[in-house]
Structures are given as C-alpha cells and as structure tokens.
C-alpha cells in the first residue's frame, strides 16, 4: 500500500492509557484528516488539517488530540478522556486543501479497549 | 448542520442485474456529492462524484444523478458482476470550502454469481 500509511493495524488499549495513531502520506496533499467509523454508521469526522501547523475540530474531536508538525505526517492521540474509543479509525488525505473533495483513504486502525 | 440518510442498508442482486442506492440531504447548501466503495477490510475508495451544477453523470457501469429541488442523489450501477460486493457510502458536502463531508450510513451489497 502505496501513498497514504496507517500504523498499527490493529490496538489495543488499556483503561486511562493514552494511544497514538500513525498516519504518513507521501502524495504531497495538504489537506489531512481524521475519520470514526463505527458499526452501521457513517464516518465522522474527528480533526482536520489544511496545512502545517494548523488544525481545526471536526464533528466529534472530545477526547481526541492531533499535531501537524510536518506536511507528511498527522497523528491522532485517543486520550483517557475518550470513554468509547473502540472504533475503526481511518486516515485521509486531499489535494484540496479548502475542501474534503476525492479524499484519499488509509487502510485504517481498528482500536480496542482491553 | 447537514444530514444524509442513504437506503437501502444492505441490498442483495443477480449477477447482471441494477443495483440502485440512494440518499438525501438536509442541506440546500451542499454541492459536492461522492460515493465511496469500501470492499471487506480495505479502505475506502472514490468510485464517482458530483457537483451541483449537473443532474448526472456517468463512468462506464457506474452513474450518478442528483434531484436539488428533492435534495437527493441516486448511484446506479449497471451489469452488476461478484467484485462490485462492497459497502457504498454517499456523502454530501456543505459548500466549496468546507472540510467536512457528511456521511451516510452506508450500504452493504451483495451480488449474487
């Protein structure tokens, strides 16, 4: 899997434990993002970012973190405050940096709480 | 802020035959409608998209249309084959400039050898 790297595939995490996702693109996009997939749902969108160093809350970022520090990479912390964090969570990409059009998906991290 | 339902959840069809899903939206603002296709354990891909200034548009034996009076959009997909399994998500965006797409709940099809 070329272009956009999620890391790990799977994770599991203990109660108050903070985790950290990975996500890696080497497309050269802007634009990155974060996205929750649970069971029979849609995705919902957690953080975004534009450009480096700049980020902004999506519909649901309570108890998530993000830095940008570098085009290419966009972690997402799940933080102890998070109660529900069993999820699948994917990682997205775009080259438009003002608009979440032909988004470009990671193969995802499926979370769970030990 | 913006609402997409999308029917049916899961949909089984022969081999050869239609598949339709659709969706609607709350949002008289939205212009920007794509679908997704997530096969089994990989992620998702954009298979079509369209914007509001066009009622249809189509790429081989995928199509879309969209009704803004009615704010909904339909993905057709024609001579259905076994790969096209999969769970279809339609989406819908607010306005050129706006970083979220809202999603619907997808949509599992089966096609049927």
């Known amino acids: 899997d070329g272009g956009i790297t999620q890391s790990p595939k799977y994770l599991f995490r203990k109660e108050g434990q903070n985790v950290t996702l990975s996500c890696e693109q080497n497309?050269?996009?802007?634009?990155m993002y974060w996205y929750r997939q649970d069971p029979g749902q849609g995705l919902r969108l957690i953080y975004y970012s534009q450009i480096v160093n700049d980020f902004q809350k999506g519909d649901i970022a309570e108890g998530y973190s993000v830095s940008r520090e570098k085009k290419e990479s966009f972690p997402l912390t799940v933080t102890s405050a998070q109660k529900n964090p069993t999820a699948f969570y994917l990682c997205?990409?775009?080259?438009?940096?003002?608009?979440?059009?032909?988004?470009?998906f990671g193969s995802g991290t499926q979370l769970s709480v030990l | 802020g913006e609402n997409v339902e999308q029917h049916p959840s899961t949909l089984s069809v022969q081999e050869g035959d239609s598949a339709v899903i659709k969706c609607t939206y709350s949002d008289s603002a939205s212009n920007y409608f794509p679908w997704y296709k997530q096969e089994l354990g990989k992620r998702p891909q954009l298979i079509i998209d369209i914007r509001s200034n066009v009622g249809e548009k189509k790429d081989q034996r995928i199509a879309v249309t969209l009704n803004k009076t009615a704010k909904h959009f339909s993905l057709h997909i024609t001579e259905t084959q076994p790969e096209d399994s999969a769970v279809y998500f339609c989406?819908?965006?607010?306005?050129?400039?706006?970083?979220?797409?809202?999603f619907g709940t997808g949509t599992r099809l089966t096609v049927i050898p």
């Open positions: 997205a990409s775009s080259m438009e940096g003002l608009s979440a059009e032909k988004l470009f």
């Open positions: 989406a819908a965006s607010m306005r050129t400039g706006a970083n979220n797409l809202f």
């Open positions: 497309l050269n996009h802007d634009a």
